[in-house]
T-cell receptor
Framework: GAVVSQHPSWVICKSGTSVKIECRSLDFQATTMFWYRQFPKQSLMLMATSNEGSKATYEQGVEKDKFLINHASLTLSTLTVTSAHPEDSSFYIC?????????????FGPGTRLTVT | GIQVEQSPPDLILQEGANSTLRCNFSDSVNNLQWFHQNPWGQLINLFYIPSGTKQNGRLSATTVATERYSLLYISSSQTTDSGVYFCAVRSGSYQLTFGKGTKLSVIP
């Protein structure tokens, strides 16, 4: 089956620094990638949708200058949390799809747990 | 924005039992998805089902868009079905909104 990896699986950083999270599709070409955020013991929030080679589409209320998303190739998308603060601590999950259609399956990465001290 | 309510919030089942999870939403939707998150945090998307009925093995889902609800059926539950089931909806171009989930525990 399709595999999506995320790196790192967990990261601790100091307030004010930036953190980059990578999402890779290992055995298929990801036309579309999605980034989600999950607060501890809470529900999920879709942050943005990105298509290879174009700018990401951010959901309402998500700061695009704070959460920089780059989908540079058909196998790699990155999320950079800029000037991180403790309230950015969360579980970040990416998913990838071979098409732009929601009818097709999304394959999820294992998530990255970010702790900002 | 659109409101999403999932019920029940918690469900404990004996292995082999069947269950029905419900997702109510407050507005018309053009996107409805069901997801499963296992106890280790791994997500799987189960169905994209803004209307109609779909089946995949022991799981099936039905969305009655006119009455603003969706149901997820799990038959012959297994311990691997444990985890949290999320419903997510989008109305027009508004944000994709997730429900708070139903936590399912299947005991052997």
């Amino acid at each position: 089956g399709a595999v999506v990896s995320q790196h790192p699986s967990w990261v601790i950083c100091k307030s004010g620094t930036s953190v980059k999270i990578e999402c890779r599709s290992l055995d298929f070409q990801a036309t579309t990638m999605f980034w989600y955020r999950q607060f501890p013991k809470q529900s999920l929030m879709l942050m943005a949708t990105s298509n290879e080679g174009s700018k990401a589409t951010y959901e309402q209320g998500v700061e695009k200058d704070k959460f920089l998303i780059n989908h540079a190739s058909l196998t790699l998308s990155t999320l950079t949390v800029t000037s991180a603060h403790p309230e950015d601590s969360s579980f970040y999950i990416c998913s990838a799809s071979e098409s732009a259609s929601l009818v097709d399956e999304q394959y999820f990465g294992p998530g990255t747990r970010l702790t900002v001290t | 924005g659109i409101q999403v309510e999932q019920s029940p919030p918690d469900l404990i089942l004996q292995e082999g039992a069947n269950s029905t999870l419900r997702c109510n939403f407050s507005d018309s939707v053009n996107n409805l998805q069901w997801f499963h998150q296992n106890p280790w945090g791994q997500l799987i998307n189960l169905f994209y089902i803004p209307s109609g009925t779909k089946q995949n093995g022991r799981l099936s889902a039905t969305t009655v868009a006119t009455e603003r609800y969706s149901l997820l059926y799990i038959s012959s539950s297994q311990t691997t079905d444990s985890g949290v089931y999320f419903c997510a909806v989008r109305s027009g171009s508004y944000q994709l909104t997730f429900g708070k989930g139903t936590k399912l525990s299947v005991i052997p």
